[in-house]
């Protein structure tokens, strides 16, 4: 079975700042692949990176890069100079390679990011 | 390229009542998903199908909710006799037949039906 923990309930950054979002994850799947969405208050589910157990370097889209620690079984995402739009809740999510029941995703129970002016 | 497409967005049920969220995937993705946030919590796996086949429904209640996708049509979930903890936001998610590569993982999520049993 898969987990995705999340431990950061809330977080504040202050505009322009840069932030990092936890995220560690359980699996015995030797392949599989790491999300990060954005869920602003609209309620719509933003695919923001992606990360997958075999790359060898670290994801990054635009202001968001993923510090993947694959020893640590960590998966953080950091939001380089934070904009008021980024406020919303993250959720990080994880699923496994192959086919049936291996395509779900697991998500974590999700950290609440506000962007002070 | 039209995105993943839900209705209704909002729905309003008694208890008692038939709940019936539809789910048209992207165009050329044949794989849909179906997810269940109840409030204040991250989304849930309900089940996963293919055109006229359920792949996996390990996250299905076992009474009440049905899940399915025909040949042609959107994908539907249906719960029947709602209840209270029904209300939740129920998203759909498509994904392409698999490649081989990693653009297979992503799913790309519908803006979510918000359903609310009084």
């Known amino acids: 079975a898969q987990k995705i923990t999340q431990t950061q309930p809330g977080m504040f950054v202050q505009e322009k700042e840069a932030v990092t979002l936890d995220c560690t994850y359980d699996?015995?799947?030797?392949?599989?692949?790491l999300f990060w969405y954005k869920q602003p208050s609209s309620g719509e589910m933003i695919f923001l990176i992606y990360q997958g157990s075999y790359d060898e370097q670290n994801a990054t889209e635009g202001r968001y890069s993923l510090n993947f620690q694959k020893a640590r079984k960590s998966a953080n995402l950091v939001i380089s100079a934070s904009q008021l739009g980024d406020s919303a809740m993250y959720f990080c999510?994880?699923?496994?390679?192959?086919?049936?029941?291996?395509?779900?995703?697991?998500f974590g129970s999700g950290t609440q990011l506000t962007v002070l002016p | 390229n039209a995105g993943v497409m839900q209705n209704p967005r909002h729905l309003v049920r008694r208890r008692g009542q038939e709940a019936r969220l539809r789910c048209s995937p992207m165009k050329g993705h044949s794989h849909v998903y179906w997810y269940r946030q109840l409030p204040e919590e991250g989304l849930k796996f309900m089940v996963y199908l293919q055109k006229e086949n359920i792949i996996d429904e390990s996250g299905m209640p076992k009474e009440r909710f049905s899940a399915e996708f025909p040949k042609e049509g959107p994908s539907i979930l249906r719960i029947q006799q709602v209840v209270r903890g029904d209300s939740a936001a129920y998203f759909c998610a498509s994904s392409p037949k698999s490649q081989g590569t990693y653009h297979d993982y992503e799913q790309y999520f519908g803006p979510g039906t918000r359903l609310t049993v009084t």
């Open positions: 699996t015995s799947d030797q392949s599989y692949g």
């Open positions: 999510a994880m699923r496994g390679a192959g086919s049936g029941s291996a395509r779900q995703l697991t």
